[in-house]
């Protein structure tokens, strides 16, 4: 009896399948583990050297006045980050300040390919802080130079700051002598001119004719102001609008400059002081109508009804008076304000001699007062004179050692005017 071939139950034919089939792929897994890590190194060898046979040789560079391995790299990688390949390029340390040279060769290498995890590092590795290393340029905002040095320097440097080939900023720190250093603060300050002591001057009481005091202006009103009676005058501050009443068959004009002043004290026969008490400024002038003025200087009470002069032009220089041997000039006190009590420190006096006798703006007068038995004299204030008539002359009292400045105290010259 022939025997029929029964196939095998299907179970069985299964599992040696799988099992022959997990078995070459083990195999597979394995071989391909064992070529990657024997041609893995090689093969990115190669690719290196073909990436570096792509990139272009080396350049050279020549070092000119003013550039750093920083700005060279910026030129070169467009990273100043890169100054570091620079160095070690060229054999350069890379600790301290780097020696670069003028007229140095530099070997220019490629620009560094970063890779992979590599360059991913690199973008998040922060930037190099070192000042003595990085130097970027600063100043070349609207195309400016670039600064090429900032700090302290020496003789020889302060020289060669001066070539042509560099712009430098330095700051010396040599210590002169007296002689030099007195040179060279006159260098830079102004000359010591003495400045016109205008207020003092234009505020200065002074003595004047009666027969001055014939056919003057005066002033009208305050433009804005309400009518108001003469037992309440108008008064203006400064900067107020004044209008004008020209002398008899005489006109102001733009730009006239009048001192306005208060009642006039009688000084001596035919004589008179005058206390200004502001500066105006005409300003408008029109057919038929009243000047207009502002009031451009104020020194007492400027009122309706008041009187006006030319006022006086510039003061002399406030100069430093020279001592003399002996005081000269004896004169008195020939005013005082009636208005203070006691007349002290920046009170205007006035002498009884004027440039008849020599005394000219800038003189120092003494005032002295004489004991009780009317024979010994001590210095009571000293004054300078900032306005002087024919006759007499007006001072202002900037020193005081005694009180009671009174009518008729003696006065003499201590000090004169260059």
Do not use: C
Request: glycine share 8%; proline share 9%; net charge positive.
């Amino acid at each position: 009896m022939r025997a029929v071939d029964q196939p095998h139950p299907p179970a069985t034919v299964s599992d040696q399948q799988a099992t022959f089939l997990l078995s070459r792929s083990l195999v597979a897994a394995i071989a391909t583990v064992a070529l990657l890590l024997v041609w893995r190194p090689a093969l990115l060898r190669a690719q290196d050297a073909a990436g570096a046979a792509q990139e272009p040789s080396s350049t050279s560079h020549i070092v000119t006045p003013g550039e750093t391995l920083w700005s060279l790299a910026v030129r070169y990688y467009g990273d100043g980050h890169q100054w570091q390949a620079l160095a070690r390029r060229n054999g350069i340390p890379i600790s301290g300040v780097p020696p670069l040279k003028v007229g140095m060769w530099l070997r220019v290498p490629p620009r560094p390919t970063v890779r992979g995890a590599t360059a991913a590092m690199a973008a998040a590795a922060p930037a190099e802080s070192s000042a003595a290393n990085l130097r970027p340029p600063t100043g070349t905002t609207m195309g400016e130079r670039s600064a090429r040095r900032i700090g302290l320097a020496d003789q020889e440097a302060a020289m060669n700051s001066r070539k042509p080939s560099e712009v430098l900023t330095v700051f010396h720190r040599d210590l002169p002598d007296a002689a030099e250093a007195e040179r060279r603060t006159r260098a830079v300050l102004r000359p010591n001119a003495p400045a016109p002591r205008i207020a003092e001057f234009l505020a200065a009481p002074f003595v004047t004719s009666e027969r001055a005091l014939v056919n003057l202006g005066r002033i009208a009103a305050r433009v804005g102001s309400p009518a108001a009676g003469d037992a309440d005058p108008q008064r203006a501050i400064k900067t107020d609008e004044i209008e004008l009443e020209a002398p008899e068959k005489q006109s102001y004009k733009v730009g006239d400059r009048l001192l306005a002043f208060g009642s006039p004290m009688r000084i001596g026969k035919g004589q008179v002081v005058i206390t200004p008490t502001g500066i105006l400024e005409v300003v408008k002038v029109g057919a038929g109508r009243p000047a207009l003025a502002l009031v451009v200087r104020q020194s007492g009470r400027i009122e309706v009804g008041q009187h006006l002069l030319t006022a006086p032009g510039g003061s002399a220089p406030w100069v430093k008076a020279v001592l003399l041997e002996s005081p000269d000039v004896p004169t008195t006190i020939a005013w005082l304000d009636p208005q203070e009590a006691q007349p002290t420190l920046q009170s205007y006096v006035v002498i009884g001699a004027g440039s008849a006798k020599g005394l000219r703006p800038g003189d120092e007068v003494a005032i002295y007062r004489r004991s009780a038995k009317g024979t010994a004299e001590t210095i009571a204030a000293s004054a300078r004179v900032v306005r002087v008539e024919h006759d007499f002359a007006t001072s202002i009292v900037t020193k005081q050692y005694q009180t009671d400045i009174v009518l008729g105290l003696p006065v003499r010259r201590f000090a004169k005017a260059p």
